[in-house]
């Protein structure tokens, strides 16, 4: 499977930006897709979560309430949606994808995700 992410950019603190991760290749076993976060100098952190034949999100408490994963499963299409973001959101936004059953637990473990895309920048002005 692979992973393109696209529609990263540089938005100012409390507007909007909505960036996606679109699956190609042997997508029918996919399980699960999720966003991922590094910002410079520091590790990557779980950001979202969703399954694609599965209803319900999770979501990072820091990102709870302001960010929103969905799906479009006929598009294999992953979105995230930054609603007023924060400075401390500048980073480079990973998407990543399992073909394996994970607990919900597991679904923020970097760990748990076997493709990934190539990331892209997110910078966030005040």
């Known amino acids: 499977v692979q992973l393109v992410e696209s529609g990263g950019g540089v938005v100012q603190a409390g507007g909007s930006l909505r960036f996606s991760c679109a699956a190609s290749g042997r997508t029918n076993s996919a399980y699960a897709m999720d966003w991922f976060r590094q910002a410079p100098g520091k590790e990557r952190t779980f950001v979202a979560a969703i399954r694609w034949a599965a209803t319900g999100t999770l979501h990072a408490d820091v990102v709870k309430g302001r960010f929103t994963i969905a799906k479009d499963n006929a598009k294999n299409t992953v979105y995230q949606q930054m609603n007023r973001p924060i400075p401390e959101g500048t980073a480079v936004y990973y998407c990543?994808?399992?073909?394996?059953?994970?607990?919900?637990?597991?679904?923020?473990?970097?760990?748990?995700?076997?493709?990934w895309g190539q990331g892209t920048q997110v910078t966030v002005t005040t």
């Open positions: 990543a994808g399992t073909n394996r059953v994970v607990s919900v637990v597991e679904l923020t473990n970097i760990d748990s995700y076997d493709y």
